[in-house]
């Protein structure tokens, strides 16, 4: 009985969930492609605050975020900020119908895999990882919300103040 | 254990079928964690498939809306068809 104990003790403790993304810590590395087919490196954006973004089409408040995320790029990314929206969709025409829908004006990047999303632990959808110039992440925003918006912006224009 | 064993010094055969119900719960009870380590559910990127309209329960919502308002008046319960308040009429 003891011996099952133990087991089952091991079994858990290696069964442990990956550990989230934290603020602090160096954002996982990724190299997704576009739709035209080009390659986006993190590691090439050090330097440029990142705004990394996980989207799906059939995610409703992903449709209010990108307006605003459209708003951000326009504003912020002569001071050196990029977005990175990495859609999960196990299919790709369904991300494009959405992109037809409500059109991106930033970089969107594809994951059908769905890898990053586990790299990073993504905890809901849609969700939001601010990195710092470093390669850091500076701050994890779950879902969308339009009070938060504005105090996230505050943010991302601190880090771009920030050399 | 020990009380399994002194059942059995007293009771004999009942003491015997104490036993094997502890071992079958005990194999029950180990079943069920290997049952755990297998379960994985699908994590929140992937829950594409689910929200397609064809996982709905109710195939078309104007039907279902017809449905409900027959159920509702056949039953004298308005909003008695989900899960909270209801059938009182009174709403």
């Given amino acids: ?163 | 254990m020990a009380i399994a064993v002194g059942a059995r010094e007293r009771h004999g055969h009942a003491g015997r079928i104490g036993r094997v119900c502890v071992r079958m719960l005990a194999a029950l009870g180990v079943a069920s964690v290997a049952g755990c380590a297998t379960f994985d559910p699908p994590k929140p990127w992937e829950k594409g498939d689910l929200a397609r309209p064809s996982m709905r329960l109710d195939a078309d919502p104007l039907a279902a809306r017809a449905m409900a308002h027959v159920y509702q008046s056949k039953e004298g319960a308005a909003g008695g068809g989900t899960v909270g308040g209801g059938g009182c009429g009174c709403n």
């Fill in chain 1, 1 to 163: 009985m003891r011996e099952f104990a133990v087991t089952l003790l091991v079994a858990m403790l290696v069964a442990a969930p990956a550990r989230a993304t934290r603020t602090g810590e160096p954002a996982p590395a990724f190299a997704l492609s576009t739709a035209s087919g080009d390659t986006v490196e993190l590691a090439r954006l050090r330097g440029r605050v990142v705004y990394v973004d996980f989207w799906a089409s059939w995610c409703t408040p992903c449709r209010r975020s990108f307006p605003w995320m459209n708003e951000l790029e326009a504003r912020y990314r002569d001071s050196g900020l990029t977005i990175v929206a990495i859609n999960v969709d196990k299919r790709r025409e369904d991300a494009l119908r959405f992109l037809r829908d409500v059109p991106a004006r930033f970089t969107v990047v594809f994951d059908a895999e769905g890898r990053m999303p586990a790299a990073f632990d993504v905890k809901g959808m849609p969700s939001s990882y601010l990195i710092d110039r470093e390669g850091r992440v500076a701050a994890v925003e779950e879902g969308f919300h339009d009070d938060r918006a504005a105090a996230l912006e505050q943010r991302i224009r601190a880090l771009l103040e920030r050399h």
